[in-house]
């Protein structure tokens, strides 16, 4: 996802493409667009070529039949695939209505198109038909070319504004989607078999004709557009049946991809983002965003499983036959192929086109990941939220706020080796990497039950120590930067203290933000340690001196390192809840919670940090050891959504809540240093709504290591200890042991942290790191 060198963004780098940013938003106060106005071919394409050919008394294409269209629509659409395409999700992202065909709805009243228009054919070309047929290459589908639609769109523009400074408004509050578009130049050569050289130059004629419908859009008024990519056509079912070759070394080992064709659709890639780089140039006001549809597909053609994919990502759903299910001369729609029974299992419909679960996920990697330059998440957040991990309320940036982020960011080149040089936590289970495991062996006490098998078994494959079957949070994180995984103090601290100058770990499973005292004197016992936040941080200062040799040193270290601080505050309530303590006396504690966790930032700030995440709550309305105490006959108090207890994630939101006016209070007070809020509880909530979409293919309430009951949890049987029984694929639940997570969800946190929004501000500002691993 991100470059394999070290880079460092000056802060005025990020100050001027902020303002230039700004200058777009002002253009459409109400925080996002008015409407969408598209161009492309088949991959958005949502009915014209239909509309064109059943006006042309042509018989209708393939995709004018089931099953297309039966994922979401239920019948046939003109869209060449299942479902819905990646245009469809985006209308839907900002809250707009899926962009209808031109041709199908020109000759109806034209208001129809005030919300959105659709010239995208499917089988279109960048280059005009002629210029393929001076090289002797038939286009099979439609002569309606990049340049044929604009002309349509110029024809229809008059229709829809009065006045030449009302079309421009209407093209300013526009989102403008040219493409995907270019692929058909190269498809149709590539099955006539035409050289790889005769294709290659092709390309700067593509990229040229692209350009020019973007400048001539911007001459019309656009001031938003979205250029994609090509996608990665080596890992298409119908290159690889087509290129079948006996050559292994022609295939990537990781994807069974075809290495040559890949690259080829990276050069096309590459060029055009240099062509995009100079339009935006001479044009500062305006905003253009490349979509990398190829590496944001490349994430499931590597991982396919992890994305759901059961049936892998090169199989085509429907298809013909043959070792990738796909035939030229048997058309999915067509007899006799056959379709498969589970469209969400493929990532590839017909061997050309992708699923629609496949489009989701290219969506998603745009919009809440990084695969969108600039990052379409900078410019509005939409009221609706049906599809995306942004707030559910319109926002605009005001220029203070602007100005103050660029002040935050002015501080980030203290660790100017491109990001961290060490990884320094402090928390409770969540983060515990072997804590409690050596503090209860050092004290001749009973070992734990996450000290035996099945825990660790994923990643360890023995247990470690960690409350999970792999890797938590913080191991994702240190294989981001490239680090070590983070050693814990207790099972370290005799040793070399040279084993800590790239991490240590002072989060102790069971621990508490407030010292023991607060809760004996309330009458709770907490049954596993009394090394709260307080403790953790006195041994850290004990250790620091042998890890430096001066002040200045000890400085230095902290300002190079990334601080942990939790996940941590959870058994502050988990203990009272679980003793049977009211909700009201329970909420008296979150405050006391939360001036401990800024007590400690500010202890932390006054020794040397200056960059620190501060995760928040769980939603522990979703915890299976949460719903199996609390339990309740009332359906009013389930989410229907997710099945979770709608009273406890309140109380873990507003934690959260409180937790981020803190972090803000001592921001503006240390404008020096970057608090970052890790946003725990929403990153954790995507999967809780739609398990399946998240390869959680048991749920995401069910605990995999457990001992019976509705939700496999029983709190006299626990993990680790007869007569509990595991999951044979932790991998297809959310929950581990009903207290903590499996791998795989932590993964999905740690992903909406670092390539989603859920960081307040993103981490990906910070800097980018030299290993990508996790």
Request: net charge negative; proline share 6%; hydrophobic share 40%.
């Amino acid at each position: 996802m991100a470059s394999s060198s070290p880079t460092i963004f000056s802060w005025r780098t990020l100050f001027s493409k902020i303002i230039l940013i700004s200058l777009t938003l002002i253009q459409y106060s109400n925080g996002c667009f008015t409407s969408i106005i598209s161009f492309g071919d088949s991959l958005a394409d949502t009915g014209n070529l239909v509309h064109l050919f059943d006006q042309s008394n042509i018989p209708l294409p393939n995709f004018a039949f089931p099953p297309y269209g039966e994922t979401y629509f239920r019948s046939p659409t003109g869209r060449s695939s299942d479902g819905r395409i990646i245009i469809d999700f985006i209308a839907q992202y900002f809250g707009l209505p899926l962009v209808p065909p031109y041709i199908g709805g020109k000759n109806a009243s034209n208001r129809s198109f005030l919300k959105g228009v659709n010239f995208a054919v499917a089988g279109a070309t960048a280059l005009d038909v002629a210029f393929f047929e001076e090289r002797g290459v038939h286009t099979v589908f439609t002569n309606v070319s990049l340049g044929v639609q604009l002309g349509l769109f110029k024809e229809l523009l008059p229709s829809l504004c009065q006045t030449s400074s009302d079309c421009k408004e209407l093209l300013q509050s526009s989102l403008i989607l040219l493409g995907e578009i270019g692929g058909n130049d190269y498809n149709n050569p590539f099955f006539a078999r035409e050289s790889i050289e005769e294709i290659q130059s092709y390309v700067f004629p593509v990229i040229n004709a692209i350009a020019s419908a973007i400048n001539e859009l911007i001459k019309l008024g656009a001031r938003t557009l979205m250029v994609p990519g090509n996608l990665p056509i080596g890992c298409s079912a119908s290159y690889l049946t087509l290129f079948k070759s006996s050559s292994t070394e022609e295939y990537d080992s990781e994807t069974g991809c075809l290495i040559w064709l890949n690259k080829f659709a990276e050069y096309h890639n590459k060029l055009l983002q240099i062509k995009l780089n100079q339009i935006q140039q001479l044009n500062p006001h305006i905003t253009i965003i490349y979509a990398d549809y190829y590496h944001a597909a490349m994430e499931f053609y590597r991982s396919p499983k992890e994305f759901g994919f059961a049936m892998g990502a090169l199989t085509a759903c429907c298809g013909g036959g043959g070792p990738y299910n796909f035939k030229r001369s048997i058309q999915c729609g067509r007899q006799p192929s056959m379709v498969c029974n589970k469209t969400a299992d493929y990532a590839s419909w017909d061997g050309l086109h992708l699923t629609e679960a496949a489009y989701r996920w290219i969506f998603r990697g745009l919009f809440e990941g990084p695969y969108t330059i600039p990052h379409i998440g900078t410019l509005c957040v939409p009221t609706p939220n049906r599809i995306s991990m942004a707030s559910s309320s319109p926002i605009t940036f005001p220029w203070k706020t602007l100005l103050s982020l660029a002040l935050i960011f002015s501080s980030l080149p203290q660790h100017t080796n491109g990001c961290f040089t060490s990884i320094i936590s402090f928390g409770d289970s969540l983060a515990d990497t072997g804590n409690l495991l050596h503090l209860l062996d050092q004290s001749n006490k009973p070992p734990p039950n996450f000290a035996f098998p099945p825990y660790g078994e994923t990643y360890f494959d023995s247990p470690t120590g960690r409350c999970s079957d792999g890797r938590l949070i913080i191991d994702f994180i240190a294989q981001y930067y490239g680090l070590p995984f983070v050693p814990p103090y207790v099972g370290g601290k005799n040793a070399s203290n040279r084993s800590f100058l790239k991490g240590v770990n002072f989060a102790v499973a069971g621990a508490t933000a407030l010292d023991v005292a607060f809760f004996e004197e309330r009458g709770v016992h907490n049954a596993w340690t009394n090394v709260s936040l307080g403790v953790q941080l006195g041994l850290f200062k004990q250790l620091l001196p042998s890890l430096c040799q001066t002040s200045s040193d000890c400085k230095e270290l902290l300002q190079s390192s990334l601080v942990l601080l939790g996940e941590i505050g959870g058994n502050d309530y988990n203990n009272p809840f679980f003793a049977g303590k009211s909700i009201e006396h329970i909420q008296s504690y979150v405050c006391p919670v939360i001036s401990a966790i800024g007590s400690a930032i500010k202890e932390l700030i006054k020794i040397g940090a200056r960059t620190l995440i501060v995760p928040g709550n769980l939603p522990i309305g979703c915890s299976p050891s949460y719903l199996t105490v609390f339990k309740s006959s009332n359906k009013e108090e389930y989410d229907p959504e997710t099945g979770c207890l709608i009273w406890l994630n309140k109380f873990a939101e507003n934690h959260n809540e409180l937790l981020q006016i803190e972090l803000n209070e001592i921001q503006q007070l240390n404008p020096d240093t970057t608090i970052i809020y890790a946003d725990y509880y929403h990153a954790a909530m995507l999967f809780y709504r739609s398990p399946e979409e998240f390869g959680f293919a048991m749920g995401a309430l069910t605990v995999c290591c457990g001992g019976g009951g509705s939700y496999n949890f029983n709190p006299l049987v626990e993990c680790g200890r007869q007569p509990s029984t595991v999951g044979n694929d932790p991998a297809g639940y959310a929950s581990w042991d009903g207290l903590h997570l499996t791998e795989a969800a932590y993964r999905w946190i740690f992903r909406g942290l670092f390539e989603g929004p859920y960081t307040i501000p993103h981490i990906s500002t910070l800097c980018v790191p030299t290993a990508l691993s996790a």
